[in-house]
């Protein structure tokens, strides 16, 4: 599911400051999941699933080791010889760069969508910081840093069988992050 159908979703379930002064109008329904098991399962697989900055990490990595190429070229044109291990043998800095930069993102950009579609719906009236969908950007959080190791060609784990393995962690803990938020946020009526 996208950070847009997250945030949209908690704007929805706002229900306005504490003093009741408005209810907003218009918003958009929780969508509700297909009846049977199986729905619900592969909804709460994917609930949590922040696809937009997945995908910008996915786009990112092989820029990332571009740069780090650039500059081992650098290094080896400087000494002469190749020293010390290659960007292949580790994830670079530029690497650690983009995947802190996009996990630091994914919660700010739930935030925005949030507050952007609260402020729409609601004629300017932002909720409170008490009010913001804090639980959800945690777990979209959290579900980035889980995906984005599962992600193919990533800089941190090559080796298929740990790739594997991610995948399944990251499927698993993510539908745990969907169970999670039944238990955690507050019931809305």
Known sequence: MSLITLANRSAGEFKGPPTGDFEPAGLPKPSEPANGAAAEALNRLVE???IETVAVFWLAVPAAALLAGEAEI?????VGVAVGP???DHPSVYDW???FSVLAATPILLLLQFLSQVQRDVNGKLPGWRNWPWWRMLASTLAFGLWAMAVPGNPFLTSPGRL???WAIAAVGTAILGYL???LRPATN
């Open 86 to 88: 290659t960007a292949v």
């Open 97 to 99: 760069i983009v995947f």
């Open 164 to 166: 594997m393995a991610v």
């Open 48 to 50: 949590y699933l922040p």
């Open 74 to 78: 650098a290094k080896v044109q400087a």
């Open 181 to 183: 938020d039944k238990i």
